[in-house]
């Protein structure tokens, strides 16, 4: 869901082939709060759609853009500045030189006054997709000609150019995906994996504790090897 249902409070509609899987997901969707629907009655003829999967996007109009080896001529002249909209966690991974990261979100609360200096802006992201949303809005804020790095930070790799990684020039806070359970606190590892293999022995305990008044499915291949 972070990827393909990222809109807090989004519909989602599940389909599937053998009526028992998108039912099955839907269970669990709707169980942590997705408002989820299963689409029922298919045949193998409404499965017509070939090849990979699309996001369908709003259309932007036509935007400058520069190549990877050009982006690296204007890094060496200096007064460039890289804007980089991916994800915190793949910036932080591997980053174009001198990059800034920052969320779009960032820009519609603080305005320009988190831009860095330059005379020139260039956005990119994974493939330069999300960064293309950004440019009207950088544009306005800077008053500086902005330009789009084509085939994002996929093609500043694919060119052999350099990169580097850690945490440096993170204009925006940490907020663009829920951290995962104890990340971030002081709890130590010993004690994670002692709280798991608790819950992991769950099962056997109820099968010990004659007072719960549960009672443990089993599937059929458990109660035949029983």
């Not at 709280?195 to 291949?221: C, K, M, S």
Request: net charge negative.
């Amino acid at each position: 869901t972070d990827h393909y249902a990222s809109v807090r409070g989004a519909r989602i509609v599940l389909a599937d082939d053998d009526g028992v899987r998108a039912n099955m997901t839907a269970s669990w969707l709707a169980q942590m709060g997705w408002q989820v629907a299963v689409l029922d009655g298919l045949t193998t003829a409404d499965f017509s759609e070939r090849g990979d999967w699309k996001a369908q996007v709003p259309p932007l109009p036509e935007q400058q853009t520069v190549s990877a080896q050009e982006l690296a001529t204007w890094l060496r002249q200096g007064s460039t500045q890289v804007l980089d909209f991916t994800t915190r966690a793949n910036h932080i991974k591997s980053h174009i030189p001198g990059a800034a990261w920052l969320l779009r979100s960032t820009l519609q609360q603080q305005g320009g006054a988190i831009l860095p200096e330059a005379e020139r802006y260039v956005l990119t992201c994974g493939s330069s997709l999300l960064a293309r949303y950004a440019q009207a809005q950088v544009a306005e804020l800077s008053g500086k000609p902005v330009w789009i790095l084509a085939g994002g930070n996929a093609a500043w790799r694919e060119a052999g150019l350099p990169a580097e990684s850690g945490e440096q020039r993170l204009l925006s806070p940490a907020v663009d995906r829920y951290r995962r359970p104890y990340e971030g606190t002081d709890i130590d590892a010993a004690t994670m994996q002692a709280y798991l293999e608790w819950e992991y022995g769950l099962v056997a305990q109820l099968d010990h504790d004659g007072t719960h008044g549960f009672n443990v499915l089993r599937t059929q291949r458990e109660q035949v090897t029983a």
